[in-house]
């Protein structure tokens, strides 16, 4: 007999699970003071509400009903309203303070029993949560009959046939399983949450620790909790295997870089343009997006670092009208300040701005900004994260990186995305003898054939303009230059081929 | 003298059921007489009842009157302990052990 999955409705989760909860199983979700773990019950069952017309029970030894539709209220649930239409039913085994409470003897928990039963056969319940069973445990004194009693709730959820979570307190991010030891009677199913505190950031983590006799995916995943949706998990590696590729070229916005990649960029590729401050990576973005306009692409600029109104100057100053683009309804431009919210929080909306205006084209400048309010493990999930979704949906991608140093030189950024983009472009400072130059060279373009010259490029006010290859200096990508003497030269070009100067 | 009005909620007839069904009536009968009311709820027969008294144990004795409410916990087996929960002892009078 193979076990059945109940897909929980809660995003992203159900990649995770592979297909979501064991059904008519309890799974045992734990983790930490504030991690969420209350949250995880009620959307369990508010997505089995929304979603698949299933009703639910809670049951609550800690808070109030009250205060829990209070809480979740914050998040745009409406309790209330599922209550009087019956899919909601609250099991109150709170603590009730108004009472003196002796225990003596003997005593078992027949009665929750019977009230959950009950409970579920009034509302014809498929899903329960049970929230949380530290605040049960640190009631009752006798941890043998305890332990024997959710033995039995459990057989008899069972026989229900309703799929259950019951979450559980721990003391550490990294520690046993759960805190009373009582839990692993209950528990062929542990999904763990947490919320660690990392170089002075919070970063939530969901991670499916056994699931037994089936499969799931392993390893922490990051999650964030949005209002009006609840806890979203971010899958990485799930939805990175699902990803098309297309040999369909599009342009670049600049015919001599698309003779550069050998045609243009791939229709569904992410190209990384990386430079210095000043060297030109804004104005390759919005020839991007500018390329995608004139052949009716719908384009989406998310902006990191400069104001609305500065990028719609710097455009016109290239010949770009973005003014134009936007009343075509072909341009978004969206304007994000890094420091407004955490990154989970940035992917979920740009996820979101992505599906509302479903573009061809999306172009971000600068990723390298979302790198100051990240620690280096979380910028590389956001960065996975994103592809990810901007190849599933069969989006051209342009992201640029700003490197600290002037001349030559990588950012952390880059060592950590450049092997998740399949063309890189590199943009630098040339110095001959005093003089600036700027210059452009394909590092990698996967899957094509490419120039392998840095060649010379200038800015005007009609964009960019790439020229020769420079051929007496070498260095320029370490930013260490070497002139080569003339004379030299001379005998090289006996050695070697010709320039290859772009023929357009 | 008080009158006691007692709910003890229990789950199916146990042997642990009649044996604290057996001595709170006998209790009972000793030490109020006339005075108190006992119901006996099986929670298998009547959930919701618990449900409104918010009883998770059983045994569960609720003693409803006098006030303060007051809830005992367990199979009764102590009488001692039960008198003294029940405020019947004579010597610790409504003390709580």
Same mark, same amino acid.
């Given at each position: ?21 064991p ?17 995880f019950?009620?959307?369990?069952l ?37 209550e ?18 002796v225990m ?32 049960l ?9 305890v ?15 309703v ?64 209002p009006g ?23 670049s916005?600049n ?21 210095a ?33 500065? %990028?719609?100057?710097?455009a @016109?100053?290239? =010949?770009?009208?973005?003014e ?5 309804? !072909? *341009? #978004?431009? /969206? ?11 940035h ?39 994103l ?7 069969e ?11 002037? %001349?030559?030189?990588?950012? @952390?950024?880059e =060592? ?9 472009? !590199? *943009? #630098?400072? /040339?110095?001959?003898?005093?003089e ?17 010259n840095?060649?010379?490029?200038t800015?005007?006010e009609?964009?960019?303009h790439i020229g020769?290859?420079f ?12 002139y ?21 | ?13 146990t ?10 009536q006998r209790l ?19 959930p919701h ?9 059983t ?9 303060p ?15 003294s929960?029940l ?7 409504g003390?709580?052990?």
């Open positions: 007999m193979t076990i059945n999955k109940l897909p929980t409705g809660i995003s992203g989760l159900d990649h995770i699970t592979n297909g979501g909860l059904r008519s199983r309890i799974t045992l979700v734990s983790g930490s003071s504030g991690s969420a773990k209350t949250v019950a009620c959307q369990f508010a997505e089995g509400i929304r979603q698949a017309g299933e009703n639910g029970v809670f049951v609550t030894f800690e808070e109030s009903p009250e205060d829990i539709r209070l809480n979740m209220a914050g998040l745009g649930w409406d309790i209330r309203q599922w009087d239409e019956g899919r909601w039913l609250f099991v109150d085994a709170s603590h009730q303070t108004d009472d003196e409470t003596m003897g003997d005593y078992d928990l027949g009665a929750l029993l019977a009230r959950v039963q009950n409970a579920v056969q009034i509302i014809g319940a498929q899903r329960i949560a049970m929230d949380s069973l530290g605040a445990l640190t009631r009752l004194d006798n941890s043998a009959t332990r024997g009693e959710l033995f039995r709730i459990a057989s008899a959820i069972k026989e229900m046939d799929t259950a979570v019951m979450t559980s307190e721990r003391a550490d991010e990294y520690g046993e399983i759960a805190r009373y030891n009582v839990e692993e009677f209950v528990a062929d199913n542990v999904v763990i949450l947490r919320n660690v505190l990392e170089d002075e950031k919070r970063r939530r983590t969901i991670e499916i620790l056994k699931f037994r006799g089936t499969s799931h995916a392993k390893g922490e995943y990051p999650f964030t909790i949005v949706q609840g806890i979203v998990v971010i899958p990485l590696s799930a939805i990175e295997l699902k990803q098309k590729s297309s040999n369909t070229r599009i342009t916005g015919s001599e870089l698309d003779l550069m990649c050998g045609g243009g960029f791939f229709r569904d590729s992410i190209v990384l343009v990386s430079g401050t000043g060297t030109g990576k804004t104005l390759m973005a919005t020839s991007f997006l500018a390329g995608g306009t004139t052949n009716n692409e719908r384009c989406l600029l998310f902006a990191f670092e400069e104001s609305r109104d500065q %990028l719609f100057r710097n @016109i100053g290239w =010949g770009v009208d973005f134009q683009m936007e009343r075509e309804g !072909l *341009l #978004r431009v /969206v304007c994000v300040y890094p420091e407004t919210a955490g990154l989970e929080d992917l979920i909306r740009m996820r979101e701005t992505i599906d509302e205006f479903r573009p061809n084209r999306v172009a971000i400048d600068s990723l390298s900004a979302m790198e100051r309010v990240s620690t280096i493990r979380g910028f590389r999930e956001f960065v996975i994260g592809t990810s979704f901007i190849k599933l949906r989006i051209a991608g342009l992201y640029t990186s700003t490197t600290p140093s002037l %001349l030559g030189g990588t950012s @952390i950024t =060592g950590h995305i450049s092997t998740i983009t399949d063309s890189i472009i !590199l *943009l #630098r400072y /040339v110095e001959i003898f005093g600036m130059h700027r210059g452009l060279a394909v590092l990698k373009m996967r899957g094509s054939m490419h120039d392998k840095i060649r010379k490029f800015i005007d009609r964009g960019m020769n290859p051929r007496n200096i070498s260095g320029i990508l370490s930013g260490n230059f070497m080569v003497a003339p004379n030299e030269l001379d005998r090289m070009q006996d050695l070697f081929q010709d320039d290859t100067p772009l023929s357009l | 003298m008080d009158n006691y009005i007692l709910k003890l909620y229990i789950t199916g007839r042997l642990r059921t009649e044996r604290a069904i057996f001595t709170l009972c009968d000793e030490n109020l007489k006339e005075r108190y009311e006992l119901l006996i709820i099986d929670v298998l027969e009547k009842l618990a449900e409104m008294d918010k009883v998770l144990a045994p569960t004795l609720i003693r409803e009157l006098p006030l409410r007051r809830r005992i916990i367990g199979d009764l087996s102590d009488t001692q302990k039960v008198l929960a405020g019947l002892d004579t010597d610790s009078a003390e709580i052990v």
